[in-house]
């Protein structure tokens, strides 16, 4: 029988929070298959094994890095808001976004780095931190973006400390004007992001499942067969349009003046400082979002 490493059993422990004896022969009983051993324990009824398997860790922090023409984006998950607030989780969520930017977002990559001055991969380390906290933590999601004729804006909402919160916006524009003139709207169309959280800049970038999805709803809450199909045609392109204003960031009406679309801002502000402004692309993550 091949000898079980501290390594492994410690690995097993923090992945299933069952005891060390019985991490140990789960190992010895599966031939050291980590996967293998975690079926083993649950079906031989190491009720801490599947309690932890069974955990979500839907809080923790969004950190951004970022230069004038580059930003990264990160999600780091705990389980619980107290650990979030943990400064070793911190600093770990600082760390790890100053490695997403060098790896431009890839997650692969980010895992595979080693950890500050350490022999660890990101990756082990991170087994290390867990065991510590006592908390199931995870790199959930990351993103990179860069534009090569304008500037990156960024955002975060509900600070917990430099660059990390609970929403995170990073934005790409096009513009030839210079970063001290439109400073101002790249803040402030972040803010928007993260308040209004659109699915796409314009129309023709919307998912046309989505919007088919949509007409199909619209179609049946109105549907009546005494009215004309003109008036319906009517009724449904005003609920569409009403639709791409609430998802479309063009489409939105602007949180910092809401008697205008983003769109119409935009124009606006191009006419007082004189060079066109695009948004090239944006990101946004909320902590947690989508986890059950």
Not at 80 to 86: I, W
Not at 202 to 227: C, P, R
Not at 270 to 291: A, N, P, Q, W, Y
Request: with cysteine.
């Amino acid at each position: 029988m091949s000898q079980i490493s501290s390594k492994d059993i410690k690995k097993l422990r923090v992945s299933t929070g069952a005891g060390f004896m019985d991490c140990k022969k789960a190992l010895e009983e599966t031939k050291s298959d980590f996967d293998l051993a975690i079926d083993w324990l649950r079906k031989n009824g190491i009720s801490s094994a599947k309690k932890k398997i069974s955990r979500i860790a839907s809080d923790g922090l969004i950190a951004i890095n970022s230069t004038d023409n580059e930003a990264s984006i990160i999600e780091i998950n705990s389980e619980t808001d107290f650990v979030a607030r943990n400064q070793e989780f911190q600093d770990f969520v600082s760390e790890i976004s100053k490695i997403n930017f060098t790896c431009k977002g890839n997650l692969d990559e980010i895992n595979a780095t080693n950890y500050k001055s350490t022999n660890d991969t990101v990756s082990n380390f991170l087994v290390n931190l867990i065991s510590k906290i006592g908390e199931k933590i995870n790199i959930r999601r990351s993103k990179y973006i860069e534009t090569h004729d304008g500037f990156v804006g960024t955002y975060i909402h509900n600070i917990e400390k430099d660059n990390m919160g609970k929403i995170g916006v990073i934005v790409s524009i096009s513009t030839k004007l210079s970063k001290d003139r439109i400073y101002d709207f790249l803040k402030k169309i972040s803010m928007h992001i993260a308040a209004s959280s659109p699915v796409s800049i314009n129309i023709e970038q919307l998912d046309e499942n989505l919007v088919n999805k949509e007409k199909e709803i619209i179609s049946e809450q109105i549907n009546d067969n005494t009215k004309d199909k003109r008036i319906l045609d009517k009724i449904i392109e005003g609920k569409i349009n009403k639709f791409y204003n609430e998802v479309v960031l063009l489409e939105q009406n602007f949180i910092i003046d809401n008697k205008l679309k983003v769109s119409e801002y935009i124009e606006r502000l191009e006419k007082e400082l004189g060079s066109e402004i695009i948004v090239k692309d944006f990101i946004r993550f909320k902590i947690g979002e989508d986890l059950e």
